[in-house]
């Protein structure tokens, strides 16, 4: 039985293909067209799921999209008349998409991949569920769906039983914790859906001085978690912005301009909403542990991808165990309408045993043999050095021990925002200049945001105050007291000076707040990654690696030999791994491009 899920049209569309109940195969469209946060129909990844699957499109049993279009329509419709006349702009805008698109999906499944068979439909949220139930290590468990909005629920809350998810609840647009961030991330002059990491990790910077102002005046917060937005402040029932003049007054001026001077009011307001959000989170979770009476949660929907607030839960929240989707926002949909019909739809029960996941670590996305790689390299007339099987992790871990970045490019491509081994930028976490050196040098970003570390799970608890696995990058946990430093610099010094402080033995991956959001890597799921990490703490004594997602900013993940080996050449990177190849860019070839290729990507 295969069953191929996608979606599509709003942000990161995916498909992801299941087979009798196993995830074969997931990837979102932006890694093949190279176009950040792809909305279009996902034609290549649709043919990947298939290649991966060794199947056709005549060997589908179902195709099932993650959202029902009508119910979205009549969400913008009703908001339209809401408003209107306000938002006319808007309206026309969005129109002609609906009525040529968006409205029509068999048909566009039909023109894109031929197929003619029955096509099934899952509610937004419901979609979220499955993909936060399903793989999940529990065999039963409470459900908490937090986004922006799908059809008209912003949030749901139930309950997994074995096969079964009961939804209990929902809030309703526009009520929005998913929007209430991303207005902030807009105000604060980054790109909503993509900026609101930046957003987090801005916030330690900061004192959360205006969250009493936020609660006051924009947003009332029940006792359960439910919200209730103040519109007068927000621009997004009928605009074309997320905030208006209102709002800009509040807070002491108008929206930052992106690439403009961060100041100690953006840093604030960071810190402002990071505090709102995380009470809101812990109050819906408190409220689903109430209602529920289960000992672990499962989470998705684009605000599971929070990791801060995922950190408050598990250590400070009701539950025993938390799990979260890796591709929680709308790329995992994909995936959860699939197992939705699998489980929900033909009745089909989950197998046991329970206790580990079924997510396969991820690593879903497309995998290059060495041979093709090796084809490519000697077709290209590229220098590179083979590595054995049993040197291959100690020459890795060498250089890295050496102070050079490595691109590291390995096994199957991960799915979801998060890189974890597979498609990743490698460096030492001892050396005070690495975080430097990889925000300017290599991804060209904000110096402030912080690299996730990379631990080996069996010492992972050696490093951070966690208890729990954390595979997937999605926990921030305190480095451990007797590894940390005291600060020598106070808040009123420059934000740069405060970036660059250590604060650790290990500072490249130590937060300002002494948080890190931790890669916990296991043998199982990750042999090669884990070999490597494990061989520099061989050399080095140090268990943890700084591991980024490779890319430059503004460009999604590399997802082939030959978008890694660009990523390589346009940046300062030293060393890159494919597979089993390993560069130095010393030795390679000039690399000429016209112009400067960075003002190809919008920044993010």
Aim: proline fraction near 6%; charged fraction near 25%.
């Amino acid at each position: 039985m295969n069953i191929l899920g996608i979606s599509c049209f709003y942000h990161d569309s995916a498909a992801c293909l299941v087979r009798d109940g196993d995830i074969v195969a997931a990837a979102q469209e932006e890694r093949f067209t190279r176009k950040k946060h792809d909305p279009d129909f996902p034609e290549n990844a649709v043919r990947y799921c298939l290649e991966a699957g060794g199947i056709g499109v005549s060997d589908l049993n179902y195709v099932v999209f993650y959202d029902k279009p009508f119910l979205t329509f009549e969400r913008l419709l009703i908001s339209y008349l809401t408003t209107a006349p306000h938002g006319l702009r808007s309206w026309l805008k969005a129109m002609t998409v609906w009525l040529s698109r968006n409205l029509h999906v068999k048909k566009e499944i039909k023109k894109h991949i031929g197929y003619t068979g029955t096509v099934l439909y899952t509610e937004h949220h419901e979609s979220h569920a499955a993909s936060a139930f399903y793989p999940s290590p529990f065999e039963e468990a409470a459900i908490l769906t937090v986004d922006g909005v799908g059809e008209w629920a912003t949030a749901s809350y139930g309950v997994g039983r074995g096969k079964d998810i009961s939804l209990l609840a929902e809030l309703h647009f526009p009520d929005s914790v998913g929007l209430l961030y991303s207005a902030f991330t807009y105000f604060t002059g980054f790109k909503i859906n993509s900026g609101e990491y930046k957003l987090m990790g801005l916030a330690p910077y900061g004192e959360p001085r205006y969250a009493g102002l936020i609660r006051e005046k924009l947003v009332d917060v029940k006792p359960d978690g439910s919200i209730r937005l103040n519109l007068e402040y927000f621009d997004f029932l009928g605009g074309l912005t997320m905030t208006n003049r209102k709002f800009g007054a509040l807070f002491n001026g108008p929206p930052r301009k992106p690439e403009s001077p961060i100041t100690k009011r953006e840093m604030d307001i960071a810190a402002s909403i990071q505090a709102v959000v995380e009470e809101i989170i812990m109050k819906m979770a408190a409220h689903v542990h109430r209602e529920t009476g289960q000992k672990n949660l499962c989470l998705a929907g684009g605000v599971a991808l929070n990791c801060v607030a995922n950190g408050n839960i598990l250590r400070n929240g009701p539950f025993e165990r938390i799990w979260i989707q890796p591709a929680a926002g709308d790329a995992g949909g994909a995936l959860g309408a699939a197992l939705s019909v699998w489980h929900r739809y033909l009745g089909q029960d989950r197998p046991g045993p329970f206790g580990r996941d079924r997510q396969k670590g991820s690593y879903l996305g497309p995998f290059f043999p060495d041979t093709e790689i090796e084809a490519f390299l000697r077709k290209k007339g590229y220098p590179f050095h083979p590595l054995s099987p049993e040197n291959r992790a100690r020459e890795i871990a060498q250089k890295i021990a050496d102070g050079k970045i490595v691109g590291h490019f390995s096994g199957r491509m991960e799915f979801g925002p998060r890189a974890l081994g597979g498609r990743s930028i490698l460096g030492d976490p001892r050396r005070e200049d690495t975080q430097r050196v990889m925000n300017l040098k290599i991804k060209y970003r904000e110096s402030f945001r912080p690299f996730a570390p990379s631990v080996l799970a069996e010492r992972s608890n050696e490093y951070f105050d966690l208890d729990s696995e954390s595979p997937y990058m999605l926990l921030v946990a305190k480095v451990k007291d007797d590894l940390c430093l005291p600060r020598s610099l106070g808040e009123e010094s420059d934000i740069w000076e405060r970036v660059n402080e250590k604060r650790s033995v290990i500072p490249a991956v130590t937060h300002l707040d002494y948080s890190a959001r931790v890669q916990s890597v296991n043998a199982q799921d990750s042999p090669r990654y884990h070999e490597i990490i494990a061989a520099f703490e061989a050399m080095t004594g140090c268990a943890v690696v700084v591991n980024t997602s490779f890319n430059v900013r503004g460009e999604p993940i590399v997802m082939s030999p030959e978008d890694a080996y660009r990523c390589f050449m346009r940046t300062e990177m030293d060393v890159l791994v494919l597979e089993n190849a390993m560069l130095l860019k010393e030795e390679q070839p000039a690399w000429r491009e016209k112009g400067d290729w960075r003002n190809e990507f919008t920044p993010d």
